[in-house]
């Protein structure tokens, strides 16, 4: 199904909103691009092509998003480091009146305090994004990685 | 410009006979690191190389590591589990691109030399030559016999499921090599179930090896570092421990049941306890016994050099050491279940994965404290660190208050290391 000019417009500011606050660093909004019983999850390509179910990060509700951004915030002793995000356009799979089905390509780049920035995350987004009241919200959103090597550590949302 | 430099030590100067001090060299030196490949990796000792549940079938494969040295690890049509180097024969070609998969016999893609399952080489094309005008052109000498180039073959011992390999077929029986008293534990994890594979998680760590095995090897940081475990009641001052070493001191035990009495703020002592913080959503710490644990709900193992077995609640995992480089290896986690586990047990270990591997929330900054501390080492390697928690000597303890298991370690790489 085709969707219109509107419905394109408000995913690909979804899309912008959410890189933009999860590189902004205020990780109290990240769980308000979700519903309640959403799923997060950053997985290893290689797991996902293989059906392993494990993943790096796996959260099944908004309540877990919240408590990964207090252990962000509180209790994860973590080198400091900006993030950038940059997001391809999305591309739509699926669209009905209540959900639209996309993908879209990111990468994410890591620069530490007095440090090259350098290639830190690079895969694809796969997502079931829902019109709700308060707009779209992402019901799912997986983040499916590439990058084989994990580069110490990952701690704030990708 | 051969006389001794004070700040950049050749050698590690240890303070004493001990171990309770160890300088920073030791994580920094090529030729120290050069000689623990070769006396920890590729003699005398058994390295993990994964699990038999990762290659069910007649012909597959999985790529690991050995050390620096790629290995494979396969089965064959008698359903016995060969490890092969992966280096052909013939110009030395790592010939196996592909992290797993299904063979029926090994190819090398330079030549298509090709070996068998057990690595035993079966084909050289031209091997005879060709034939032209009624002569024979080329073709490997007279003398050359296949049976002289097979892949290196690496000795194998299976347990409970667990692969280990070793280049050195002249090593220890691995029973022997565990010692009774980690055996044990090793039993209890794996005490003879199916293992159904859950998925991987894999890190590089900017540090030396040997910090991860110390990191498992410590007792005092869980409380401390990991403020998580601590906000949130899962660590806790009385909770019952005793740290097991083989008799060798190279491997170990960490075990701890949990606190039950009285309220975790009394017995936590440790300013992050936040006794107001909830989860939002609980089912992080949705522990459920099992039978085969016996009294203990956390166990560690680490095996020396190359392996730690994980415990902790219903997560179970092990976690592979690759070094590369004295400053850097690859931490690949490889987490697990068990055949009869009910489909909520199997969502509650990869629930409660959440906590570990390299976005876990007590299994990160494992990490990130590995990376720094070898910053410091790179920049000042005539320093040394302190393991002098709960005093010099290496002994096994019924508490966590004790850096012993570190020592241990220690004194272990010291006979080694330091024999001619």
Same mark, same amino acid.
């Given at each position: 199904?085709?969707?219109?000019?509107?419905?394109?417009?408000?995913?690909?500011?979804?899309?912008?909103?959410?890189?933009?606050?999860?590189?902004?660093?205020?990780?109290?909004?990240?769980?308000?691009?979700?519903?309640?019983?959403?799923?997060?999850?950053?997985?290893?390509?290689?797991?996902?092509?293989?059906?392993?179910?494990?993943?790096?990060?796996?959260?099944?509700?908004?309540?877990?998003?919240?408590?990964?951004?207090?252990?962000?915030?509180?209790?994860?002793?973590?080198?400091?480091?900006?993030?950038?995000?940059?997001?391809?356009?999305?591309?739509?799979?699926?669209?009905?009146?209540?959900?639209?089905?996309?993908?879209?390509?990111?990468?994410?780049?890591?620069?530490?305090?007095?440090?090259?920035?350098?290639?830190?995350?690079?895969?694809?987004?796969? #997502?079931?994004?829902?019109?709700?009241?308060?707009?779209?919200?992402?019901?799912?959103?997986?983040?499916?990685?590439?990058?084989?090597?994990?580069?110490?550590?990952?701690?704030?949302?990708? | 410009?051969?006389?001794?430099?004070?700040?950049?030590?050749?050698?590690?100067?240890?303070?004493?006979?001990?171990?309770?001090?160890?300088?920073? @060299?030791?994580?920094?030196?090529?030729?120290?690191? =050069?000689?623990?490949?070769?006396?920890?990796?590729?003699?005398?000792?058994?390295?993990?190389?994964?699990?038999?549940?990762?290659?069910?079938?007649?012909?597959?494969?999985?790529?690991?590591?050995?050390?620096?040295?790629?290995?494979?690890?396969?089965?064959?049509?008698?359903?016995?589990?060969?490890?092969?180097?992966?280096?052909?024969?013939?110009?030395?070609?790592?010939?196996?691109?592909?992290?797993?998969?299904?063979?029926?016999?090994? /190819?090398?893609?330079?030549?298509?030399?090709?070996?068998?399952?057990?690595?035993?080489? =079966?084909?050289?094309?031209?091997?005879?030559?060709?034939?032209?005008?009624?002569?024979?052109?080329?073709?490997?000498?007279?003398?050359?016999?296949?049976?002289?180039?097979?892949?290196?073959?690496?000795?194998?011992?299976?347990?409970?499921?667990?692969?280990?390999?070793?280049?050195?077929?002249? @090593?220890?029986?691995?029973? #022997?090599?565990?010692?009774?008293?980690?055996?044990?534990?090793?039993?209890?994890?794996?005490?003879?179930?199916?293992?159904?594979?859950?998925?991987?998680?894999?890190?590089?760590?900017?540090?030396?090896?040997?910090?991860?095995?110390?990191?498992?090897?410590?007792?005092?940081?869980?409380?401390?570092?990991?403020?998580?475990?601590?906000?949130?009641?899962?660590?806790?001052?009385?909770?019952?421990?005793?740290?097991?070493? #083989?008799?060798?001191?190279?491997?170990?035990?960490?075990?701890?049941?949990?606190?039950?009495?009285?309220?975790?703020?009394?017995?936590?002592?440790?300013?992050?306890?936040?006794?107001?913080?909830?989860?939002?959503?609980?089912?992080?710490?949705?522990? @459920?016994?099992?039978?085969?644990?016996?009294?203990?709900?956390?166990?560690?193992?680490?095996?020396?050099?190359? @392996?730690?077995?994980?415990?902790?609640?219903?997560?179970?995992?092990?976690?592979?050491?690759?070094?590369?480089?004295?400053?850097?290896?690859?931490?690949?986690?490889?987490?697990?279940?068990?055949?009869?586990?009910?489909?909520?047990?199997?969502?509650?270990?990869?629930?409660?994965?959440?906590?570990?591997?390299?976005?876990?929330?007590?299994?990160?900054? #494992?990490?990130?404290?590995?990376?720094?501390?070898?910053?410091?080492?790179?920049?000042?390697?005539?320093?040394?660190?302190?393991?002098?928690?709960?005093?010099?000597? /290496?002994?096994?303890?019924?508490?966590? /208050?004790?850096?012993?298991?570190?020592?241990?370690?220690?004194?272990?790489?010291?006979?080694?290391?330091?024999?001619?």
């Amino acid at each position: 199904m085709r969707i219109d000019f509107e419905d394109y417009f408000a995913l690909t500011q979804l899309y912008a909103d959410y890189a933009a606050i999860v590189d902004s660093g205020k990780y109290d909004l990240w769980p308000d691009f979700f519903t309640d019983d959403c799923i997060y999850r950053l997985q290893p390509r290689e797991n996902y092509e293989r059906g392993f179910p494990l993943a790096t990060l796996s959260f099944t509700s908004k309540g877990m998003l919240k408590d990964r951004v207090y252990g962000i915030q509180e209790t994860l002793f973590h080198d400091p480091y900006y993030q950038r995000h940059i997001v391809g356009s999305p591309v739509v799979r699926k669209a009905d009146a209540e959900r639209l089905e996309c993908e879209a390509n990111y990468a994410v780049f890591r620069t530490k305090l007095s440090d090259a920035s350098t290639v830190f995350n690079v895969g694809r987004y796969i #997502d079931t994004i829902v019109r709700t009241p308060a707009g779209l919200k992402f019901a799912s959103r997986q983040c499916i990685y590439d990058s084989e090597m994990i580069p110490n550590s990952i701690i704030y949302p990708i | 410009m051969n006389q001794t430099s004070s700040i950049f030590p050749r050698s590690p100067q240890w303070e004493s006979d001990g171990t309770h001090r160890i300088p920073f @060299v030791a994580y920094t030196n090529e030729e120290l690191y =050069q000689r623990e490949l070769e006396r920890f990796f590729y003699k005398s000792h058994w390295c993990y190389v994964g699990l038999e549940a990762e290659i069910p079938n007649t012909g597959d494969f999985k790529r690991t590591a050995i050390g620096e040295r790629s290995v494979i690890m396969v089965r064959d049509a008698q359903g016995a589990i060969n490890v092969v180097e992966n280096i052909c024969a013939h110009r030395g070609m790592r010939f196996c691109r592909e992290r797993h998969g299904n063979r029926k016999e090994f /190819v090398c893609p330079y030549h298509q030399w090709s070996y068998t399952l057990k690595g035993d080489l =079966q084909g050289v094309p031209f091997r005879r030559g060709v034939k032209q005008d009624g002569q024979v052109y080329g073709g490997m000498p007279a003398d050359f016999k296949t049976s002289d180039h097979g892949l290196t073959k690496l000795k194998v011992a299976t347990r409970g499921g667990v692969v280990f390999a070793s280049f050195d077929h002249e @090593v220890e029986p691995l029973e #022997d090599y565990l010692g009774p008293t980690v055996l044990k534990y090793f039993d209890r994890l794996f005490n003879g179930r199916r293992l159904t594979i859950l998925g991987y998680n894999r890190q590089r760590i900017p540090g030396n090896w040997k910090l991860m095995q110390e990191n498992i090897k410590d007792p005092y940081h869980p409380g401390l570092l990991h403020t998580w475990f601590v906000t949130f009641g899962l660590w806790r001052a009385d909770n019952k421990s005793q740290l097991k070493m #083989d008799a060798k001191h190279r491997h170990a035990a960490m075990i701890s049941t949990r606190g039950q009495g009285g309220k975790a703020a009394q017995v936590t002592d440790v300013s992050s306890f936040k006794e107001s913080m909830k989860l939002h959503d609980p089912s992080f710490l949705d522990v @459920v016994p099992e039978a085969w644990w016996g009294k203990p709900s956390v166990v560690m193992t680490t095996i020396f050099p190359s @392996v730690i077995f994980q415990q902790q609640v219903n997560s179970v995992s092990t976690r592979h050491i690759q070094p590369s480089g004295h400053g850097a290896f690859d931490f690949v986690w490889t987490h697990f279940g068990f055949d009869d586990d009910s489909e909520e047990m199997t969502l509650r270990r990869l629930r409660q994965a959440n906590l570990f591997g390299p976005a876990g929330f007590v299994s990160a900054d #494992d990490g990130e404290v590995i990376e720094f501390s070898q910053q410091a080492f790179e920049s000042k390697p005539f320093h040394r660190a302190l393991a002098e928690l709960g005093g010099h000597e /290496v002994e096994d303890t019924k508490h966590m /208050v004790t850096e012993t298991l570190i020592r241990g370690m220690y004194r272990y790489w010291r006979e080694v290391m330091e024999a001619t």
